[in-house]
């Protein structure tokens, strides 16, 4: 039994909505899959629907992290990042819904599954044993001056913050799914049309 109702179209919304939520509705599924036909959202912001307004909010500001902010256009590290915090955080639902994404990008199936042992294994280089360790030490909240100076320099000021949102962003996404434990099919972890997009873009060496 599903935790809470999920929203993947203004009809499913709960209740009566009054006229604000209607209208707050219509634009959150308006900007989550622009034009026609209307493809339903993935599971994480069927969720958030509940609350639309919060949930466009949110929408923007992925677009802006996921499509355009410059840290996390190494796609092959920011899934690498999304992976280490989807263990940190038991999300075994975001886990297996970046699996794809993550080879697309160029993280093998052999490296995410040897994500625990990043110390050890010879699968990963050394700014992706960076992205591992500041991911974890991030998510954990306790990064030590050395770890952190480390990450400056390799992408500078701007990049180590837009880094630490970036794994503010994913890790948001984990504790929302952990706690109304959406039921995990593929269908419904497809990503937004814009980033499926990009993903595909990405994949055929755009």
Not at 32 to 42: C, D, N, Q, T, Y
Not at 109 to 119: G, M, N, V
Not at 131 to 156: Q, T
């Amino acid at each position: 039994m599903t935790r809470v109702k999920y929203v993947y179209k203004p009809s499913d919304y709960p209740g009566q909505p009054d006229d604000a939520t209607k209208k707050d509705l219509e634009a959150l599924f308006e900007h989550l899959s622009p034009g026609e036909p209307k493809v339903e959202p993935h599971s994480g912001y069927a969720l958030l629907a509940q609350s639309p307004r919060l949930a466009l909010n949110i929408a923007h500001l992925g677009d802006y992290i996921v499509r355009d902010m410059p840290w996390t256009q190494h796609r092959d590290l920011r899934e690498l990042a999304i992976q280490v915090l989807n263990l940190h955080f038991k999300c075994d639902f975001s886990f297996h819904a970046h699996l794809t994404y993550a080879q697309v990008c160029g993280i093998s199936l052999e490296q995410q599954a040897a994500i625990p042992f990043w110390r050890t294994s010879s699968l990963f280089n050394d700014e992706q044993r960076l992205v591992i360790e500041y991911s974890f030490a991030v998510a954990a909240g306790d990064v030590p001056a050395e770890l952190f100076s480390r990450v400056v320099g390799k992408y500078g000021e701007r990049g180590a913050i837009e880094f630490t949102a970036a794994i503010a962003w994913w890790s948001f996404w984990a504790m929302i799914l952990n706690a109304a434990r959406p039921e995990f099919t593929f269908e419904r972890a497809k990503p937004l049309p814009g980033d499926a997009k990009e993903l595909a873009g990405f994949g055929a060496g755009e």
